[in-house]
């Protein structure tokens, strides 16, 4: 069993639909993060999260410490969001004295215009 | 700041051979890590390291050494590149607010 889970693996939406991906995981954290990967480019940061809720323009980033879940919103979908996005997770169980990331499998989203 | 360079962006090798994948960072971080990332599968810590000198394994360490001469550098080293070290390498550093700066990536295939 993966220590960060990811749901769905993979999603299809229309222009301007409302998106929600979902992170849930089995260890205390320090932090959570969410990561954005174009195909075949880089891995940028979206947000980093240890408790509550974060915006950035259409992006909305929330988490439970007491269920151990994270959920990352997109408002007005666009085709530039279609991207793969990541969650991971900062433990002091994964070793290394800041905790080092366990990371998700990604969740691939398509924007359709 | 330019942030967190890797060279090269792709590379081919043969079974056996050996490489130095390079990572750089202009930001003085102290922490730097080695990641792979396998299609379908989250990425995995090779190698970290918290400081020039101090470097450790993480997940998946065999076949590669790294060393930290500079806080600057931190270079992954694959000794006798087999085909399962087909990978994308991502280096990343650790910011003062622990948020993550990664590189853009190396594509390695070793056929």
């Known amino acids: 069993k993966n220590e960060v889970e990811q749901s769905p693996q993979n999603l299809t939406a229309q222009e301007g639909e409302f998106i929600t991906i979902n992170c849930s995981y089995s260890?205390?954290?320090?932090?959570l993060h969410w990561l954005q990967q174009h195909p075949g480019g880089g891995i940028v940061s979206l947000f980093m999260?240890?408790?509550g809720k974060k915006k950035h323009g259409r992006l909305i980033a929330t988490i439970n410490i007491q269920e151990k879940h994270s959920s990352l919103h997109i408002t007005a979908s666009h085709p530039r969001d279609s991207a793969v996005y990541i969650c991971?997770?900062?433990?002091?169980?994964?070793?290394?004295?800041?905790?080092?990331?366990?990371f998700g499998k990604g969740t691939k989203l398509s924007v359709k215009p | 700041n330019a942030g967190v360079t890797q060279t090269p962006k792709f590379r081919i090798l043969k079974i056996g051979q050996s490489m130095t994948l390079q990572c750089t960072q202009d930001m003085n971080h102290n922490y730097m890590y080695w990641y792979r990332q396998d299609p379908g599968m989250g990425l995995k810590l090779i190698y970290y390291s918290v400081g020039a000198g101090i470097t450790d394994k993480g997940e998946v360490p065999n076949g590669y050494n790294v060393s930290r001469s500079t806080t600057e550098d931190f270079p992954l080293r694959l000794e006798l590149a087999a085909p399962s070290q087909t990978s994308v390498y991502f280096c990343a550093s650790l910011g003062d607010r622990s948020e993550q700066y990664f590189g853009p990536g190396t594509r390695l295939t070793v056929t």
């Open positions: 991971a997770v900062r433990s002091f169980f994964y070793g290394g004295s800041q905790g080092n990331l366990i």
């Open positions: 999260l240890s408790s």
């Open positions: 260890v205390g954290i320090s932090a």
